[in-house]
């Protein structure tokens, strides 16, 4: 130890995990405490500095230290709780001295990996307000030999006496548990000590680092002391070691006190915390059939606190990749209050003619701007809003309102508001839609009126936006350049915002808890784009670590940027082409600058969205041929046909309700069904084709006779208009096209595999559904049975396979993807330099192996791990 700086060697050998890619949300979100984990390759776990020894986990798997004042807490193995000691031995007892490098534990690697989760073992300093940075060393460290952490301490953080102050000796008669016990009465002498009833712990592993983790992060939300009490023994919730330390068991009985002036916020919400599964109130029966496994607990326990203080992690859907760190801005829509009486119904009626006037003029020069920008199809969106402010029915309402007194602010609100509700209350999806520009346009006339809530244009610089959703109107008047990340309430990772987010490289989540509108504006949160997360409440150190983190990212970032132009080329020769997949004309540059080798996937949607009429066949060539120009004559664009149907209608091509519209006439089969549709599109194709290299794409094919008659008319209208040939191929989108890709093979060109819905379909779950984002996880193992057989059936016909679902640009993914053989990856822009960077990383034997065992992994969780340990790189994108 030398000043204020503590190195700690590590403690076992093996290769340094992140602490983020540990696969158990509790250390990854470093609610125990900071530091980093070792992917073990000894069996032995030595002291990795001077240190007394606070605890050895009655369960031996975890010891706990205390270093000059500083906790530490060594952790073998996920959930190696649930071993119960089986396979460790420990050497050493609570309150002995060790010297650095002195054998703390042994253990029976083998046994204990057969049965545990995971060997990967944290090192964390628990202690963390008492530190202000910690660095990790990286790549293979040996143990008692290498720094594994340096710590810096907080100033003044250093005691003047071990151990940690906060906690009373244990009475002379407890056992080794006892540095964290004082007796209850000491705290129930406090006046303002407000205590909860006994509760039994149902969980067999008990209090363990998870569960304490847990605890500590919901009291550290409070200012009151709060400690758990077990029999005289009690602990500082606070504190993680300490509420290990008291070594609460499965049929224990506990209860929750604590002092100061919110101690009973404090409280309710530890209580809440303990209550979600891991106990009940201890009047009740203990269940046994059904008793929880301490897993489930903890992981979610964050997300249930909630009923009075806010949740300190809100999980959504992941929908833009990346992370941010930064202060809340909360974005209200409709705060204003509208007095209802107005003034005599003429001066009302003139104000509300001027706010029409104004919106209508605000509505043209947008659309004028956006057309400028080469946005054409966005500038359509504004031209329907300003037809909307024409519609009779809607101002008759409105008048009607003024007439009977109501101010024009209320007058136009009720009016819309009425019109909008009527509409959604049809159940039409198209219609649905209109009630959102109903309401979109309504906004901008009465901003006009009430003074417009234009905030969101002077949100501060690196803010996090957090609003309930995000509209068309919203998202052109947000300053781009100020928000950090957004978070909303609505929408997933599909919706407007959502999309704009990707575009723009921004971090988002969509579909979160609408509780983080409660969030107190300028709150310190992070946002985790890659995982569907916010959270807040995070000490100093850890958004320190997150800060750190994210520096690191944007390094990496810039250097993948500067080498966008070279080849992704594996160490051992193998090449990948990383490609870009386009939703919009006017990026089709962007493509070029960031490196990308040609388009994998033009989801030529946007072409036919947001417009009253099918766009005709001129209109189509225009825009694909703008691409081709774009793209110049060596890359590919691969044009998809068509994707709508399901829950994207056209107002022009009549589609009924559907009772699973996910499963209904979408993609290829609406296409076949108004073939003429399809035909003049695929002209425009094949036009556009003979200014560069263009093939066409055809989505949600099943069957080989879809594909064969969406062929059929490739071939009849290239006959007709004597053009040359084109590559043909589909999209792998459905397990029929997967496990007949061999048969596929003899008709198609290439394959491309839309991981997106290919997952949904698989696993049977919705892409879209906020509740079920973190199992849509398009790294399952069923996912890349698939994705296998794909490429040997397609490969063994010599047809060319890429994969342009979100999975592609996932860096978690890249390893497993060209192990299996994947040709090509087509990924969001923004993500083409550090997918190209993350391939020049690998070598194609060792991806070989990994897709090896990835097939035969349970999970996408033990996936994830198992590239975390092989290649190394951050847990990764989930979009399915
Ligand atoms: C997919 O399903 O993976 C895909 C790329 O298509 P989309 O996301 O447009 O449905
Ligand atoms: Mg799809």
Redesign the pocket.
Known sequence: MSGDVLRLLAPISGIVVPLADVPDPVFAQRMTGDGAAIDPLGAELLAPCDATVVQVHRAKHAITLNADGLELILHVGIDTVALGGEGFTPQVSAGDRVRAGQVLLRFDADRVAARAKSLVTPVLVSTMDAVTRIEAAAGRVTAGHDVLLTVFRAEGARPAAAPASSRVTAPATAPATALATAPAAESAAAPTTVRSEWLSIVAETGLHARPASVLASTARQFRADVRLERGDASANVRSVVSVMALEVLGGDRVRVAASGDDAAEAVAAVRAALLHELAVPAAEPVPSAARPKAATAIAEAPAVVGQGPLPLRFSGVAASPGSAVGPVFVWRRDAAEIARDGGDVATERRALDAALSAARRDLGALRERLTAEGEGERAEIFAAHAELLEDPDLLDAADAELRAGNSAAWSWRAAFTAQADRVLALKNPLLSARAADLRDVGRRVLAQLVGRDDALGAIPAGAVLVAEELTPSDTVALDRNRVAAIATVMGSA?SHASILARGLGIPAAAGLDPRILELTPGTRVVLDGDHGTLRHGLSAAEEQAVTAQLADAARARAAALAAAHDPAVTTDGHRVEIAG?LGDAADAPRVAELGGQGVG?L?SEFVFLERRNAPDEAEQTAVYERVVSALGPERLLVVRTL?VGGDKPLSYLPMPAEENPMLGERGIRLSLAHPETLRTQVRAILRAASKGKVAVMF?MIATLAEFRAAKRIVEEERAALGAAPVQVGL?V?TAAAALMADQFAKDADFFSI?????TQYTLAMDRGHPRLAPMVDALHPAVLRLIDRTVSGAHASGRWVGV???LAGDVAAVPVLVGLGVDELSVDLPLIPTVKARVRTLSLSACRETARLALEAEDGAAIRALVATRHGGPGGWRLG
Do not use: I, S, V
Request: charged letters at 25%.
């Open positions: 599909t997949n996937l989801r994707d989505p999209m989108e839309g991981t997106n819905d290919l342009c679902g979100a």
